[in-house]
């Protein structure tokens, strides 16, 4: 999409995806591993994450997260209604542990700061404790707990909310 501005940090460089980084994140996007936690279940080939590439909905955008070896993961958002937006992503394994995610989301939600953006927030299994972590570290307060809300090919999940407002960024 012509409004996902490429952004900059020290290491990692992140622009719009494109349908043809299906390729790089086929791997992780397979991985049972990886997909755990995700509302969907691993992508079962190359093809079928093209098209869920290609298939974004109005007002969202992604970003490919680029490091030495090239696109590693993504970082999404999403706008809910004017001055909320949800952020979502995705890593691949061999980069856990780096830091490479906090770096990767961090710049995004400068961004949507930067544009207006009054609140984000995040939508997270709370068995995902990697990822509730990462939205502590960054800030996001968890807001509550939906029981039941999602069917996932994991069985029927709770979510938990996290948010953080743009007056509480310390980025």
């Known amino acids: 999409m012509s409004d996902t501005p490429t952004l900059a940090t020290p290491r990692l460089t992140l ?7 299906a390729a790089a994140l086929f791997p992780a996007m ?11 279940g691993p992508f079962v080939d190359e093809a079928e994450l093209r098209r869920y590439f290609a298939d974004r909905a109005a007002g969202t955008r992604y970003w490919a997260v680029m490091d030495t070896p ?3 993961g993504f970082v999404f ?4 209604r004017p001055g909320v937006s949800e952020i979502g992503y995705l ?8 830091g490479v995610a906090r770096e990767a989301v961090s710049a995004v939600i400068t961004h949507l700061f930067a544009s207006g953006t009054r609140r984000i927030f995040a939508d ?6 990697a990822s509730a972590r990462l939205l502590e570290r960054l ?17 029927v999940r709770d979510t938990l909310l996290y948010a953080l407002l743009a007056r509480e960024w310390r980025g």
């Open 70 to 72: 090239g696109v590693i």
């Open 30 to 40: 397979a991985d049972p591993a990886v997909m755990r936690w995700w509302s969907r």
């Open 91 to 98: 890593i691949g394994p061999a980069h856990w542990g780096r």
């Open 124 to 129: 997270v299994d709370p068995d995902a404790q």
């Open 77 to 80: 958002a999403a706008e809910r």
């Open 139 to 155: 800030g996001f307060v968890c807001e509550g707990r939906l029981r039941e809300e999602w069917q996932t090919h994991i069985g």
């Open 15 to 21: 622009r719009c995806l494109a349908p043809d980084d």
